[in-house]
Nanobody, 122 residues
Framework: QVQLVESGGGLVQAGGSLRLSCAAS????????MGWFRQAPGKEREFVAG????????RYADSVRGRFAISRDNAKNTVDLQMNSLKPEDTAIYYC???????????????WGQGTQVTVSS
């Protein structure tokens, strides 16, 4: 069992940066693949970035590649998402997710956080 809690969302102007953090509970955190997803109003939840238990390989959605960076610290049971050069279209609720196997499909993740709102103003 893994419990996830996100933090770090907020309001930022276009071109700015935010760092999201996901704190996980559970002794088996190190064995889980971690992912960040987002969901904008009226849209489906979409994959943003994922990282394996060892810290690699790392996958990014085309829309964020080169601007976002995912990292994890297994000693602290955290996974972060550094978001740079933010755009208004990045506005969404961002969710942290965990599962045993890597996937870009939200429905294949077993554990989810409650989400944190990111709003990028133009």
């Amino acid at each position: 069992q893994v419990q996830l809690v996100e933090s770090g969302g907020g309001l930022v102007q276009a071109g700015g940066s935010l760092r999201l953090s996901c704190a996980a509970s559970g002794r088996t955190f190190i064995t889980y693949v971690m992912g960040w997803f987002r969901q904008a109003p009226g849209k489906e939840r979409e994959f943003v970035a994922g990282i394996t238990w060892s810290g690699g390989p790392i996958r990014y959605a085309d829309s964020v590649r080169g601007r976002f960076a995912i990292s994890r610290d297994n000693a602290k049971n955290t996974v972060d998402l550094q978001m740079n050069s933010l755009k208004p279209e990045d506005t969404a609720i961002y969710y942290c997710a965990a599962d045993r196997s890597f996937s870009v499909t939200a429905s294949e993740y077993s554990y989810w956080g409650q989400g944190t709102q990111v709003t990028v103003s133009s």
